[in-house]
């Protein structure tokens, strides 16, 4: 069997103890399907900065350019100022302009919500996210909104390959063109453009706003949701609420020549270091990450023990209702194996 070389970023916060957690699971399912992982860890952001100088340092680039594959925990970005966000900045790097998020029920987690299952596509590498930003006098503040055909071809087309290749039936493009007619507008014509390849698939717009109201109504009506930078970030936020919360929900940052597996939730500094985080978004997120590497076998295995996991609800973390913590949490998905 091929050994897995993958870039590790534990990242700060709750990162380290979800990724301990997801290493663990990873390792002990690799223990009964042979498979075989090696782990380049890596630090980024302030403790990276007070090491090394560097935020990002040089040989963090350098592993992802070589394995093409990493599994990164939350980083802190600080607020209005100091350096700019490590996500984005790694998301540009490596032109990951497709952000996959797959939103669904875990068995057995009671929520107002059952039954959701859909899948979100952000556009990952532009939008208000560019950075471009200046203060035009002491007053006023201007951000830059930046939108291509480039951009918003590759990820409308990222969402109905997936659709046609995942069977799902409906692509909604999220916007705001009433109001942003040119940038917003270009979006929505290159889904549009996109959509007439695709004729098997319904495409249909909606307004975000809108959209955070019927997502809360009738999230059911949703299959594949696609959609710019900034509403992907906040529509995220939005439907893990659907389905027990930012604990759940796992992401892929993907590109042509690379893949960056996280979360979709931040470092969540009110919680770290007390062994409370729950790490099933970032071990759904090696999911994926398995997936991608061909690795079914031992996905498969992870799977059902986390959800037999969540199906006896007797081990759950603080966040889904239950009261135990990281690392139990992690030992159950091993023993259920
Ligand atoms: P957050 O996602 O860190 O936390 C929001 C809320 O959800 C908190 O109450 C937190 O305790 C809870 N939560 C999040 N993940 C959880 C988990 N795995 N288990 C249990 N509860 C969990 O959002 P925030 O507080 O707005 O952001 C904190 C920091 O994270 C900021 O600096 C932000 O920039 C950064 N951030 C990083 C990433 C990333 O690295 N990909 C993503 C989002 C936010
Ligand atoms: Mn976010």
Avoid at 83 to 106: A, G, Q
Avoid at 266 to 288: F, H, M, R, V, W
Avoid at 302 to 316: D, P, R, S, W
Wanted: proline share 4%; aromatic share 8%; net charge negative.
């Amino acid at each position: 069997a091929t050994t897995h070389k993958v870039t590790l970023i534990p990242g700060d916060g709750i990162g380290p103890e979800v990724t301990a957690a997801t290493v663990s699971i990873i390792e002990a399912a690799a223990k009964t399907t042979g498979a075989s992982f090696e782990w380049h860890r890596y630090d980024a952001g302030a403790d990276a900065f007070a090491k090394t100088g560097e935020y990002i340092p040089k040989e963090l680039y350098a592993s992802i350019e070589e394995n093409k594959v990493a599994l990164k925990g939350p980083v802190t970005t600080p607020i209005g100022g100091g350096f700019s966000s490590i996500n984005v900045t790694l998301r540009k790097k490596f032109d990951l302009y497709s952000n996959f998020r797959p939103v669904k029920n875990l068995p057995g987690l009671e929520t107002k919500f059952p039954g959701i299952d859909m899948v979100i596509f952000r556009e990952n590498t532009e939008d208000l996210y560019a950075g471009l930003e200046v203060m035009i006098n002491p007053d006023i503040a201007q951000s830059l909104k930046i939108i291509t055909r480039k951009g918003s071809t590759r990820i409308a087309r990222s969402a109905f390959e997936f659709a046609k290749k995942s069977g799902r039936k409906k692509v909604h493009a999220i916007h705001k063109a009433n109001i942003m007619k040119l940038s917003d507008g270009l979006f929505l014509k290159c889904c549009k453009e996109v959509a007439a390849e695709y004729p098997e698939i319904t495409y249909a717009e909606h307004i975000v706003d809108n959209t955070c109201m019927q997502l809360v109504m009738n999230p059911w009506q949703y299959d594949v949701i696609l959609t710019e930078n900034l509403y992907g970030d906040i529509l995220s936020d939005l439907c893990s609420g659907l389905i027990g919360g930012l604990g759940l929900v796992p992401g892929a940052n993907l590109g042509v020549n690379c893949a960056i597996f996280e979360a979709v939730h931040g470092s969540a500094p009110d919680i770290a270091g007390q062994d409370k985080a729950n790490p099933t978004a970032l071990l759904q997120s090696a999911l994926l990450m398995l997936r991608h590497l061909d690795e079914d076998a031992t996905a498969d295995i992870i799977q059902k023990a986390l959800e037999a996991v969540y199906a006896e609800g007797k081990t759950l973390t603080r966040d889904v209702g239950g009261t135990s913590g990281t690392k139990a949490f992690a030992d159950a998905v091993i023993a259920a194996m």
